[in-house]
């Protein structure tokens, strides 16, 4: 049977983390109705022509949501996509609105949380570097 | 965006020493993005510190842990369970951060890790600048986007004063002032009349604790 490439992840904490919030983000993620009414409350959604990739919904679905259906067992190329979209599409600003009152801010830096104890975190030297 | 500097590891662990388990806290905001007090600053100081208290022949257990950002109580709240098993927390946050930190757990000491330096500017990698000293009372408009409060070493807001001395400060041969630098840039751009304009007294409003509520939120707060 195929065996997903997990080394260097930890999938029993991911595990652990995930089930600590289970029902709350499991009906966040269920709740979302994909109204995209929380695109327009996000500036950098309409900073970046609206592009549907820094709609909210599409951040957390991407994100803690990926992390949910694959119940943590996931490889690191998978965590540095989730790293590209809760640190690069997102600051956090926490002004994201949704009408069902899901948080969508908890639950970004819930999977910042998770990347993070990974050791999947942005390089501010490197990219100072190439700013530079 | 805020600036910071780690503190050096002896005042650090001088503040430490009497405590068991410390809990080293870092913040993805600001203090990460000036290579102050992110999660591998963390782990840095971390490491330092098991050095330093292992040739001291001290016992301490040291953990980590990294809040996105430690200037919002619902992004703090989320290390509740953690902070309950140390006697301390050194925060790697700006003063806002500690704080802030300090106020959720009223019952822990909480010891800051880094000084806060000021609003600034990144000018080269690992090197920044100030610009801001958030005075609450915006004058760039009249001074070519060349802040006299940061700059001038009398705040003045209507100079130059009788100190300058060839483009350089009184106080010193190395520092400009900025008071002949805010006339250049008023001149290259045809408005040398702003400079003409008396300015009345700065009202230092950052002498008390400020609150800052936007406008659309007024009806929030204020009944």
Known sequence: MFKKNT???????????????????KLSLAACAHCTLCAESCFLFNARDND???????????????????????DRAALQDIRDVVW????LCTRCYCPFGIDIPEMIAFARTICRE??????????QKHAG | MVKAKRKPLEEIAEAISTYGKVLTVG??????????????????????????????????????????????????QEMDDIAEGYDCILSMACGA??????????????FPAVNTVCIGVDRNLG??????????????????GICPVTRCAKGLFNGPCGGTNNGMCEVSQDVPCAWVEIYERLKGQNRLDDILKLQSVMQWQNQLQRTVV??????????
């Open chain 2, 214 to 223: 936007q406008p659309k939120y007024e009806k929030r707060y204020y009944k």
């Open chain 1, 7 to 25: 080394a260097g992840v930890d999938t029993d904490l991911i595990k652990k983390r995930l089930d600590s919030r289970k029902a709350k983000m």
């Open chain 2, 97 to 110: 951060g500690v704080q802030l930190m300090a106020e959720r757990y009223p019952d822990k000491p909480v």
């Open chain 2, 127 to 144: 090197m920044y600048e100030e610009k801001c000293r958030a005075c609450g009372e915006c004058v760039l408009a009249y001074t070519g």
């Open chain 1, 52 to 74: 549907p990739t820094y709609m909210p919904s599409y951040k957390f679905i991407n994100s803690i949501g990926v992390l949910y259906k694959k119940k943590g067992m996931v």
């Open chain 2, 27 to 76: 913040c993805g905001g600001c203090v990460s993005v000036c290579l102050a007090g992110g999660q591998r600053e963390v782990y840095e100081l971390n490491a330092e510190l098991e050095l330093t208290f292992k040739e001291s022949g001290t016992s301490k257990q040291l953990g980590n842990y990294t809040v996105e950002r430690q200037c919002n109580m619902d992004l703090i």
């Open chain 1, 118 to 127: 990974q050791g999947v975190f942005p390089d501010f030297e490197k990219e």
């Open chain 1, 88 to 91: 690069d599409r997102c600051v």
